[in-house]
């Protein structure tokens, strides 16, 4: 076999990124692992989902990420850190590639298919870098352990913590990436931060990597930036309804399946999803073009339910929503539901409960807060020192909303009935 733990590209090549203007690639081991059908495929599955049902510019991918977050942990050893005290170039190699390869267990609509299925996408991860991939075999060619140490990065295992923090802290080289690329490809004017200042700006210290007190501002842009992301983007009600119906077109067709339905096309792809009998080989081989092709054939299929949900889906007919705590307005929400199958619109299906999660920048409770280096050598934690981060740090709220399919109960013929739900539902 070919060893070439250092072996350089002949000649250095380059992607044209619309984000970081170009990807270099220096190293073979790089160059190989982009090529393979692992990481291609990943050129098949959105990074954000269902969003491009709100945000039409959305459509990039987490091939484009994957190469984002290379690039600029490229630019942080190669460009910051080589040649300071406290970075062993040794680690070069296991971080690029654990950034390049960080998101490569992903399934299709990431969350919503996960959900379902109860699947671990770190899971996948792993299984991909260690299993009998041609991602695997590349890495082995650096060295037989290196598969595993590049695995032990991105699950946060490795005994250097300096090089687990880059990739996932408050402020890595993952988010770095995702918030100026979605940022773009949203099309929002906020998201935007200054990337190249913070990249200036930080250093290795210890098991860290820390930010001088000179580039505090361009972080506290960082965190601006992320509220608001969240809000805006992340969090939008309507991708959020999108979601909620991609879930319940599997949740029912996992249904049908395990309860002997005759499909018109045997939805062979989703079988050991729908028997949870999964083999690498299958998970690999779901894409997000596999899914839409069959939300497409099962406009056809003679289930309504499923019919329904999936012209929803494909043509976007989406639900609407209204802000409802199913857990506080336990009677609220009881009184709809039963209302719902009383007129004949299944709640399981068609009224779906839903609050988003928080990921936001909270000091007190993260293991790798932001760490600001200050002029005394001294590291003091970035919401002491910035009013503006303080201010929001830890305040976002969580959001949730009930969904439903508005035109149909606005077309229920009992007037009575339809104007209780329309009630309930504080849309009268
Ligand atoms: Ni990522």
């Known amino acids: 076999m070919v060893q ?13 990124d619309p984000v970081h203007s170009y990807v270099h690639v220096r190293d073979q081991v790089i160059w190989d692992l982009i090529s393979t ?46 040649g300071r005290d406290e970075w062993d170039d040794n680690e070069r190699l296991v971080v690029l590639c654990a950034a390049l390869l960080h998101d490569l267990g992903h399934g299709p609509f990431s969350h919503a298919f996960e959900n379902v299925f109860q699947l671990d996408h770190e899971q996948y991860t792993r299984a991909i870098l260690l299993g009998d991939t041609e991602v695997n075999a590349v890495l082995r060619k650096v060295s037989e352990d290196f598969p595993l140490k590049v695995s032990q990065v991105i699950e946060k295992t490795y005994p250097n913590r300096l090089v687990v923090s880059l990739i996932s802290s408050q402020i890595d080289v993952d988010r770095m990436d995702y918030l100026q690329r979605d940022a773009f490809y949203t099309g929002v004017t906020y998201g935007h931060f200054d990337l190249e200042r913070i990249l200036r700006v930080l250093r290795p210290y210890k098991e860290h990597a820390v930010i001088k007190l000179s580039g505090m501002h361009a972080v506290e842009d960082y965190i601006m930036s992320r509220y608001q992301m969240y809000l805006q983007v992340y969090f939008h009600p309507v991708s959020r309804s999108a979601e909620a119906i991609l879930n ?6 996992k249904h049908l399946y395990m ?8 939805p062979r792809p989703f079988v050991p999803f729908f028997t949870n009998n999964i083999t690498l080989e299958d998970y690999i081989c779901l894409d997000e073009s596999i899914l839409f092709t069959y939300f497409q054939l099962w406009m056809n299929e003679r289930d309504e339910v499923l019919r329904d949900l999936c012209t929803r889906f494909v043509n976007r007919r989406l639900f609407k929503y209204s802000n409802l705590n199913s857990e506080d307005d336990v009677e ?53 020192v910035s009013p503006i981060v303080d201010a929001v740090a830890g305040k976002m709220k969580v959001d949730r909303k009930i969904y439903y399919p508005l035109d149909v109960i606005e077309a229920l013929e009992d007037e009575a009935l339809r104007d209780e739900i329309l009630t309930l539902l504080h849309r009268k």
Request: glycine letters at 4%; a neutral charge.
């Open 248 to 253: 319940h077109i599997l949740q029912r067709a």
């Open 332 to 384: 609220r929400y009881g009184k709809l539901q039963q209302l719902f199958a009383q007129v004949g619109i299944d709640p399981m299906y068609y009224l779906v409960a839903d609050s988003t999660s928080d990921d936001f920048y909270r000091p007190a409770s993260t293991k790798n807060p932001i760490m600001i280096l200050m002029p005394d050598g001294t590291l003091q934690e970035l919401s002491t």
């Open 37 to 82: 059908r692992e990481f291609q495929r990943l050129r098949r599955i959105r990074q954000l989902g269902t969003t491009f049902l709100v945000f039409h510019g959305a459509e990039h991918t987490r091939f484009n990420h994957s190469l984002g977050v290379y690039e600029l942990m490229r630019r942080v050893v190669d460009d910051r850190f080589q």
């Open 4 to 16: 070439y733990k250092d072996q350089k590209l002949h000649e250095e090549k380059v992607f044209k």
């Open 259 to 266: 309860s002997n339905y005759d499909f018109d096309i045997e």
